[in-house]
């Protein structure tokens, strides 16, 4: 028989035949390895606010052998304190105890690290606000630090008001004391700035300080101003000062509010309205030291230095238009600066010498880093107008530095810093001061102590 083909023989079946390929649904993959621990790079024991730190987090599985291309989640316990980015970077921001935590798969892992804000000796700022100056930061960067590394921001809401922020300068710790000085700078006369408050912002690590400038008719306008933050332990020496925040009666003020290196208590008399006077329980016999007096609270009344007894008490005036009257304000003995920094201070205590003829304060209450004396001068022929000179110190014009000036048993007397040059081929600094009656404007002549610190 035949076929269609013409061929003979058994009829042939073609069957289709079905292979398996690779890659299809059946495939059998292992399971990876389940996260059975974490562990992460350490932190230092300690780190300061403004360091930052890579850390390194490893997955492991139940034989310890590396799990890999397992995602990381890294958390802080207080932001506050220092925050993690998604790859591990630890920046310190605030003070306190803080844990990092790295979490894989649900295992997590933490290292933690005690943060401060800063060193204690470093805890120290100063700026000048002008007058005329916008609300972007400070005026005259000779004349503004942040020994922090922090910055300093101005804002200046209304007229006469304004409120400085000095970074990483807050109270974080409890056994941590600070200051504020304040003194006036040019920019018209009968013009008087005072200091409201301060205190610890709400992110725990900056500073805030406000400030208000008043005319002679007890108005706020514009004024300019010389901001001074000190914080126990940062000068050298015998330091003390005490806020009076009660000022309608006999005081101990809180131990937040006093600083005093001897270590003894300092406490506050109220004699009469006005009339206060500062036990101060830091004498150390024959070496150099001065006061200085920053006021608080409404313009009503300005205070000023008295008399004082080395190195054991100081007298303060507060004085209005009219009569004594009660008012807030800040105190504080000096007798060193900056550890290895230029400082020079004296108290100018004749207020009507010869016409540009120089004489040389007190020994006692006059001392200057480079252990040279300072000089002062009556300059030209108008009432209240100064020259202080800081022998060796010219080139502080060009690095950071600032000026205090204190009235000193003058009234209703207020003093400002007009100026600064330097003289003598460079070498020396000259500060010019100007000395007022704070209601009418009128110059007057005055006794006043200065303060040059680096």
């Not at 790295?102 to 700026?127: F, H, N």
């Not at 007798?335 to 920094?341: A, D, I, L």
């Not at 040389?360 to 202080?388: C, E, F, I, K, W």
């Not at 000179?389 to 009234?411: C, D, K």
């Amino acid at each position: 028989m035949k076929n269609r083909l013409g061929k003979t023989g058994v009829t042939m079946l073609v069957l289709p035949v079905l292979f398996a390929c690779a890659g299809t649904s059946d495939e059998v993959v292992s399971p990876q390895p389940a996260v059975a621990s974490v562990i992460v790079s350490p932190l230092p024991a300690q780190m300061v606010a403004g360091d930052v730190a890579q850390l390194t987090a490893t997955a492991w599985d139940a034989r310890h052998t590396p799990v890999t291309a397992r995602p990381i989640v890294w958390t802080s316990s207080d932001s506050l304190v220092a925050s993690v980015s998604a790859t591990g970077r630890v920046t310190v921001v605030g003070h306190g105890t803080v844990a990092i935590t790295a979490s894989v798969d649900g295992k997590v892992a933490a290292v933690t690290t005690s943060a401060v804000l800063t060193r204690k000796e470093r805890r120290l700022a100063y700026t000048v606000v002008a007058h005329d100056a916008p609300a972007s930061g400070p005026s005259l960067p000779n004349a503004s630090e942040n020994a922090t590394g922090g910055g300093i921001s101005v804002a200046h809401p209304t007229l006469g008001d304004y409120s400085v922020v000095f970074d990483r300068l807050a109270r974080a710790d409890s056994s941590w004391r600070e200051t504020v000085m304040l003194s006036m700078r040019s920019g018209g006369m009968a013009t008087h700035c005072h200091v409201n408050d301060w205190w610890t912002a709400a992110n725990r690590r900056d500073l805030e300080v406000s400030v208000s400038c008043y005319g002679v008719d007890n108005r706020k306008t514009a004024g300019s101003f010389a901001l001074l933050v000190i914080g126990g332990g940062s000068l050298e020496g015998r330091h003390s000062f005490i806020y009076n925040a009660d000022s309608s009666q006999s005081n101990t003020p809180s131990a937040s509010a006093v600083f005093n290196s001897s270590g003894h208590a300092i406490a506050i008399s109220r004699a009469a309205s006005g009339s206060y006077r500062v036990d101060v329980n830091n004498p150390r016999a024959l070496v150099p030291e001065n006061y200085f007096i920053t006021t608080f609270g409404n313009p009503a009344a300005t205070c000023v230095l008295g008399s004082w007894s080395y190195g054991n008490s100081a007298g303060a005036s507060c004085v209005g238009p009219d009569a004594t009257a009660d008012r807030r304000f800040a105190m504080q003995l000096i007798e060193g600066g900056r550890p290895g920094r230029k400082y020079g201070f004296a108290w100018a205590s004749v207020p009507n010498p010869p016409l540009g003829s120089e004489y040389v304060p007190s020994l006692t209450y006059q001392r200057m880093s480079n252990g040279r004396q300072v000089a002062v001068a009556r300059d030209g022929v108008a009432n209240g107008s100064y020259s202080v000179r800081f022998p060796g110190f010219g080139t502080l014009l060009g690095e950071r530095h600032t000026i205090q000036v204190s009235p000193y048993a003058s009234g209703r007397v207020s003093c400002a810093v007009s100026g600064e040059n330097a003289v003598n081929d460079g070498a020396d600094l000259t500060v010019h001061v100007f000395c007022y009656d704070r209601y009418s404007g009128v110059p007057t002549n005055a006794h006043f102590t200065i303060l040059a610190l680096e």
